[in-house]
T-cell receptor
Framework: DTAVSQTPKYLVTQMGNDKSIKCEQN?????MYWYKQDSKKFLKIMFS???????INETVPNRFSPKSPDKAHLNLHINSLELGDSAVYFC???????????FGPGTRLTVL | QKEVEQDPGPLSVPEGAIVSLNCTYS??????FMWYRQYSRKGPELLMY????GNKEDGRFTAQVDKSSKYISLFIRDSQPSDSATYLC??????????????FGSGTRLSIRP
């Protein structure tokens, strides 16, 4: 059984389009995250939700909007996609030990 | 200056060698120090974590934290080809009573030659 799942795994789209990435965790964790990993493998936090409440909102463009319908799901919607948005996006979750985060398999986004 | 600095490598060693991976950091507020392993085209997975200074051993892996020098290390003994991956150091600092923020290093790509 997959602990943290993301869909889709690959996403190829044109500049200017709007796309969404979905994330679900079945670990019963209260906190979920979105990370962006660029081509140099640098992993950077974008957002964090705890029990559907936004707790971390890093300096990301307003075109990125997270949505948490319940504590098991955290989706990422991206408007007006740009070339620089091409990266691998990882969803993660953690329980009371916030230092131990469980990552999903990643969504490889390519903007043409 | 980045909060966490890590040599990106790549690092290539023969099977059976001892591997040393290191990170330095600048923020004294970090409390937990972690090592994540990421295989190609996979998500990172937690390998080990340490709270505050000291050593921690788990099988062939040893994590060391020296808070006075702001320096952390991961040692891999008897390295195996299956250890070939990118190793990311990570450190967390509290934001509030219920939230922490993890800062990742840029990762060191390790290759173990059979």
């Amino acid at each position: 059984d997959t602990a943290v799942s993301q869909t889709p795994k690959y996403l190829v789209t044109q500049m200017g389009n709007d796309k969404s990435i979905k994330c679900e965790q079945n670990l019963g964790h209260d906190t979920m995250y979105w990370y962006k990993q660029d081509s140099k493998k640098f992993l950077k936090i974008m957002f964090s939700y705890n029990n559907k409440e936004l707790i971390i909102n890093e300096t990301v463009p307003n075109r990125f909007s997270p949505k948490s319908p319940d504590k098991a799901h955290l989706n990422l919607h991206i408007n007006s996609l740009e070339l620089g948005d091409s990266a691998v996006y990882f969803c993660a979750s953690s329980g009371t030990g916030m230092h131990e985060q469980f990552f999903g398999p990643g969504t490889r986004l390519t903007v043409l | 200056q980045k909060e966490v600095e890590q040599d990106p490598g790549p690092l290539s060693v023969p099977e059976g060698a001892i591997v040393s991976l290191n990170c330095t950091y600048s923020n004294s507020a970090f409390q937990y120090f972690m090592w994540y392993r990421q295989y190609s085209r996979k998500g990172p997975e937690l390998l080990m974590y340490t709270y505050s200074s000291g050593n921690k051993e788990d099988g062939r892996f040893t994590a060391q934290v020296d808070k006075s020098s702001k320096y952390i290390s991961l040692f891999i003994r008897d390295s195996q080809p299956s250890d070939s991956a990118t190793y990311l150091c990570a450190m967390s600092r509290p934001l509030s009573l219920s939230a922490s923020k993890i800062i990742f290093g840029s990762g060191t790509r390790l290759s173990i030659r059979p």
